[in-house]
């Protein structure tokens, strides 16, 4: 008892963010001992309800704000056109201008992507994530006062430096409360927050479009403020909404000086569903500290570059579709509304959704066979654009290879982020997840600069009005997709001859650190057809 104790104190008192000191009283109540740790201790529905219970509704509803707060820019290009009130004609705008601003915030996106991840790994994810969103809804309010090309520019550039890491900032929290076999399904369910956002500024922008002249502000204006000023209230409410990392049970968190004037971490286990989370994830509870050292050798790690390769597309294709769906449904439907626009661009989304909960839980269960699952919804979207390209003379089967992109779209970047929790989580622990998810994420939003500068309206020539237009931008959205696909299979069979054992013992921890935990020993059984066909046998997942 007193082993299991002093252990996991030992292992808190390194880590900065933890300021976590043993409760007097506390030592009686921690159940210890190999026993507590064997397979059967705790039933699988007991441990899933713990699991169950760390679900929160916070991380989707700000991902769901900053999304619409970073997407609205698209569909205020086509709002209230009829009456000469969209974005291009009230600021002056080129298409060059546009594809430009997009862009920037791609760039300021890939360089501060890492930093802030690792920055959030250090301090408080809790403290850091609502900065996240707090500078967020400021940035996006005052887009509601833009009045020419540059200030749209420098507020896309400044957009992207403090939304940066918030993406891979929640992949790498939900590895701190849950296993692997966990994370794809809720990622995919947080990443549908970004979807359903898009279908929300296309539909609510219908709202703000009948606003328009009131208050002598433009449809796009209002739209602007009030998102920002929602993302502002909800990034303060984090402070007393969104727990930090858990701590072993009989420990109790203080905290520096410098944070006390912060309203109190909310913990998110307590009782015996802290001791059954503690037996069943003790890794999340041994942090292994990690120097620069550490963090170079994740840098030079080659199964970054497949992964990142997979991001490039999909992400690119997405955000693309994102930005410039309403604009690819004016060229199908000439003769809509813009509130016809916005309704028309909604389903694209909501198809991603579906995509998402259906194909989720399935990637988690057959989670060696990712990238066939991934390459698949690729070839839905591959599909959908050739539809776009191709179905001339049928202006609703166009929208229908729309609404395939959508489709196709929904579980890849899950998948992606997922696969890089799982191969950085065993090779360089805490660090690995935190430095590879930003740097996938990060470095794959390449693939956004291109869709959003060099493609559609960024491409003059294929922009123009007619038959074809952006034709050449599909093509080379499909091409992209293609280096996706080729990119996870490299990544499998990789793997496959060279493996995905743990890198070098990090800060020269022996091995009596490393910890094995329920939850990795019933994912080496449960994984495919394991639960349902139970094998006598149990292998440690390679």
């Not at 942090?287 to 992400?315: A, E, H, Q, S």
């Amino acid at each position: 008892m007193d082993h299991l104790h002093g252990e996991a104190h030992s292992a808190d008192d390194k880590q900065p963010n933890e300021f976590s000191t043993a409760a007097a009283s506390s030592s009686a109540d921690i159940p210890a001992g190999p026993s507590r740790q064997e397979e059967g201790e705790y039933d699988i529905e007991t441990v899933e309800k713990v699991y169950s219970s760390n679900d929160t509704i916070a991380f989707w509803v700000l991902y769901f704000v900053c999304s619409a707060i970073r997407s609205n820019i698209g569909i205020a290009q086509t709002m209230n056109a009829a009456q000469g009130h969209d974005l291009m004609t009230v600021l002056g705008l080129t298409a060059r201008d546009t594809s430009t601003a997009l862009a920037l915030f791609y760039v300021a996106y890939v360089i501060f992507d890492c930093p802030s991840n690792l920055v959030m790994a250090k301090l408080s994810p809790r403290i850091w994530m609502a900065r996240i969103v707090i500078a967020t809804g400021i940035i996006g309010t005052c887009f509601a006062a833009v009045q020419s090309a540059w200030s749209v520019k420098l507020l896309r550039f400044l957009l992207g430096v403090v939304i940066a890491g918030m993406w891979p900032g929640m992949s790498y929290y939900l590895t701190l409360f849950y296993p692997p076999s966990r994370t794809g399904k809720r990622i995919g369910m947080y990443f549908t927050a970004a979807q359903l956002s898009a279908a929300v500024v296309g539909l609510v922008s219908a709202g703000f479009q009948l606003m328009d002249g009131l208050g002598g502000l433009v449809g796009f204006r209002w739209m602007f403020l009030i998102y920002g000023l929602v993302a502002v209230v909800l990034g303060f409410s984090l402070l007393w909404w969104l727990p930090d990392r858990p701590l072993p049970p009989g420990q109790k968190r203080e905290r520096p000086n410098w944070l006390k004037w912060l309203p109190p971490t909310p913990e998110a286990l307590s009782g015996q569903d802290a001791v059954i989370h503690y037996h069943d994830l003790r890794r999340v509870y041994h942090p292994r500290p990690w120097t620069l050292r550490d963090l170079v050798r994740v840098l030079i790690d080659w199964r970054l570059w497949p992964l990142t390769f997979m991001y490039f597309g999909v992400v690119g294709v997405g955000i693309g579709t994102q930005l410039y769906g309403s604009v690819i449904i004016r060229s199908i439907v000439p003769t809509a509304t813009s509130i016809q626009v916005s309704l028309l661009f909604a389903p694209i989304w909501i198809m991603d959704l579906i995509a998402i909960l259906l194909v989720m839980p399935l990637s988690d269960r057959f989670h060696g066979h990712r990238p066939f699952i991934f390459s698949a919804a690729v070839c839905i979207q591959i599909t959908g654009l050739l539809v776009v390209t191709f179905a001339l003379d049928n202006g609703w089967a166009r929208y229908g290879g729309l609404l395939m992109v959508g489709f196709g779209l929904g579980p890849t970047v899950p998948n992606c982020m997922t696969w890089t929790n799982e191969i950085f989580q065993r090779r360089h622990g805490e660090v690995g997840v935190a430095a590879a998810t930003a740097l996938v994420s990060g470095l794959g939003n390449l693939g956004s600069i291109v869709t959003t500068y060099a493609l559609y309206t960024g491409w003059p020539e294929d922009a123009a009005k007619g038959r074809y237009q952006y034709r050449r931008s599909n093509y080379a959205m499909i091409g992209i997709l293609c280096l996706s696909i080729a990119s996870s299979f490299a990544m499998f069979f990789l793997l496959k001859i060279f493996g995905n054992k743990p890198a070098n013992k990090i800060s020269n921890l022996d091995s009596s650190s490393e910890v094995e935990d329920g939850a990795a020993r019933r994912e080496a059984r449960e994984r495919g057809f394991g639960k349902l066909f139970p094998r006598n046998t149990q292998r440690q997942e390679a």
